[in-house]
């Protein structure tokens, strides 16, 4: 080998190589961890996914923390309440928590009758919303299915219990229901994203 071409070859090699990694978000990115219960601090600017699919909850802080719980969404048929007919399931938006209530009737909105509503695009008043139930163990394992409401989302009490601790220490909640979580960092992002995939339900349930 010629001096020439050893000098190349030790320049080439000393030439420092950065170590290939996997890209798996940009810095900043949630990046989603389950803990318990117990562990849950609620935090400012954590936000509300509800899968509408398979009636699982999440609620996660900035940085992906997140508790997942079960819920109770609307009936996948066309009902009459309250005067009105029309589809009682749980529609697919983007919204946001900004108001709570205190309902009389303590079977449809449980011990406490604190409802938590929700508004479309977080601006348009609507009337669904999250609260607890009655009979919350039968609404919840009563039947083989958990869609059950009148389009409302139905959660057990500890869990409202902390939506409300939330919505008290952030003064609003952004809330994103979709038809399934494929991704959840992904569903995550999608806060800061455009939500032109999400569906919109063109009637209103009454509570």
């Known amino acids: 080998m010629s001096t020439l071409t050893t000098t190349l070859l030790t320049l080439i090699l000393s030439v420092p190589v950065a170590p290939h990694s996997p890209v798996e978000g940009l810095q900043g990115d949630p990046v989603p961890h389950a803990i318990s219960t117990e562990k849950w601090v609620v935090e400012e600017g954590d936000k509300i996914l509800v899968d509408t699919k398979n009636n699982e909850g999440y609620i996660f802080h900035k940085d992906g923390q997140y508790l997942n719980f079960p819920l109770v969404t609307g009936q996948r048929r066309w009902v009459s309440y309250i005067g009105r007919y029309y589809n009682a399931s749980t529609p697919n938006w983007s919204w946001a928590i900004k108001t709570m209530h205190i309902k009389g009737d303590r079977l449809t909105f449980g011990p406490s009758g604190r409802f938590l509503r929700l ?11 999250f609260h607890e139930y009655g009979q919350e163990d039968e609404i919840f394992e009563g039947l083989d299915t958990r869609f059950r409401s009148m389009g ?6 500890p869990i ?11 003064e609003s909640i952004e809330v994103i229901s979709q038809h399934g979580i494929d991704n959840l960092q992904e569903a995550m992002l999608a806060f800061e994203k455009d939500e032109e995939d999400l569906e919109d339900s ?6």
């Open 119 to 129: 508004y479309k695009d977080g601006s348009e008043h609507t009337a669904y919303g």
């Open 152 to 157: 409302c989302i139905i959660v057990r009490i």
């Open 160 to 170: 409202m219990d902390i939506l409300v601790n939330t919505f008290e220490k952030n």
């Open 202 to 207: 063109a009637e209103v349930a009454l509570y």
